[in-house]
């Protein structure tokens, strides 16, 4: 009986060692360096909008003053009504990142890399939930939307040019993006209306559009939520509808600073 146990304990070490040896490594960066910045440093331009470039060829990873909130949505492709929970100095410390991943990976394999890094570093732990909430769903209308290919040599960007017309009570605000997706347009129209907004077209790839937006006594700013909704209808020939459906959200459980030198 003796042999027979020492035998079935082995196995069972053998098999737990091997489950163990075929488990896939999380992706991570090759190295990677994270400095604290000094309390009060303003927030990089366009953050706001959620159109910070954190990526470059070579496999590059550089983020210049950004918060964890920041790193989190990009690390997982969520909106910022997509996640909630964590301490208040999520928003509130900035950090200086540098990383290098091997080879010449992709922004879909450095959003993975970036996920082990917070892990790590700040380690940064959270759970999914599925939430009830009224959101934005856009989709293909009967018509073909009114977005066009890149041109040759453009730079992918997203723009607002001065107030131009006539009428100097009616300016109107001109949208101009050049090798823009429709999920990122989705992404930045959300921070600007606090909501989720779904990308239901189906529409992959990157295309050149404008946005012509007029405030009036009404809508005062040229980012109102009716002024972006209508004009997303109008001028793209999206369809845009409210509604309540279910949303895949993040709850962050914990997280932890980083001190200098790591």
């Known amino acids: 009986m003796t042999k027979t146990i020492t035998i079935a304990t082995l196995l069972a070490l053998s098999l737990h060692h091997a489950h163990c040896e075929d488990m896939p490594k999380a992706p991570a960066f090759e190295v990677a360096s994270i400095t604290p910045c000094k309390p009060g440093t303003p927030a990089p331009p366009m953050e706001h909008a959620g159109m910070v470039q954190f990526t470059s060829p070579g496999g590059r990873f550089n983020a210049s003053a950004t918060n964890l909130k920041i790193l989190l949505e990009w690390a997982y492709g969520i909106q910022p009504s997509q996640h909630s929970g ?25 959003r993975l890399m970036l996920r082990t890094l917070l892990a790590d570093r700040f380690k940064l732990t959270l759970h999914h939930e599925s939430k009830e909430l009224t959101a934005f769903v856009i989709s293909v209308g009967k018509t073909a939307p009114k977005l066009f290919p890149p041109k040759d040599g453009e730079t992918h960007a997203l723009r607002m040019t001065s107030p131009t017309g006539s009428d100097p009570k009616s300016p109107t605000y001109r949208v101009i993006a050049t090798r823009f997706s429709i999920a990122e347009l989705a992404d930045v129209f959300s921070r600007q209306l606090a909501t989720v907004i779904i990308d239901k077209t189906g529409l992959d790839g990157e295309f050149d559009f404008t946005l012509d937006l007029t405030p009036d006594e009404n809508r005062p700013s040229p980012v109102d939520a009716t002024l972006l909704l209508t004009a997303m209808r109008e001028q793209l020939g999206l369809t845009v509808k409210a509604q309540k459906t279910p949303v895949d959200t993040l709850v962050i459980d914990s997280a932890e600073k980083v001190a200098a030198g790591n």
């Open 86 to 110: 964590g301490p208040s100095w999520i928003e509130t410390d900035r950090y200086d990142i540098a990383a290098k991943a091997e080879g010449n990976a992709t922004d879909a394999e450095m």
